[in-house]
Nanobody, 131 residues
């Protein structure tokens, strides 16, 4: 059974940092795409960052470039999202997602951070950035 479990959310002041973790089980990281999405109250879910484990490609939304960093520890089947210089507008529930499609398909969904291309989702972790 595939499972994705996020951790690391909480409340932080604007300008602060936070690291989210996504522990995956039920599949191995080698040939898939792992992404972070977020959804703020009253807004649509948006892609934040994606990591194509097959070739190491990394993608970021423009709104987080230069502030957020995605990384992985394949030995631990865990993906991290390091978030620096946090802003109140980063407040959202952050979800980890995985696309277990074939290489090119998963890479396409990853590069474009398309939520409908993700096959599995975690339950989310709330990040609140206070001003």
């Amino acid at each position: 059974e595939v499972q994705l479990v996020e951790s690391g959310g909480g409340t932080v002041q604007a300008g602060g940092s936070m690291r989210l973790s996504c522990a995956a089980s039920g599949f191995t990281f080698d040939d898939y795409a792992i992404a972070w999405f977020r959804q703020a109250p009253g807004k649509e879910r948006e892609g934040v960052s994606c990591f194509s484990t097959s070739d190491g490609s990394i993608y970021y939304a423009d709104s987080v470039k230069g502030r957020f960093t995605i990384s992985s520890d394949n030995a631990k089947n865990t993906v991290y999202l390091q978030m620096n210089s946090l802003k109140p507008e980063d407040t959202a529930v952050y979800y980890c997602a995985a696309s277990l499609r074939t290489y090119y398909t998963a890479k396409y969904y990853c590069e474009n951070m398309l939520y409908y291309g993700m096959d599995y989702w975690g339950k989310g972790t709330l990040v609140t950035v206070s001003s």
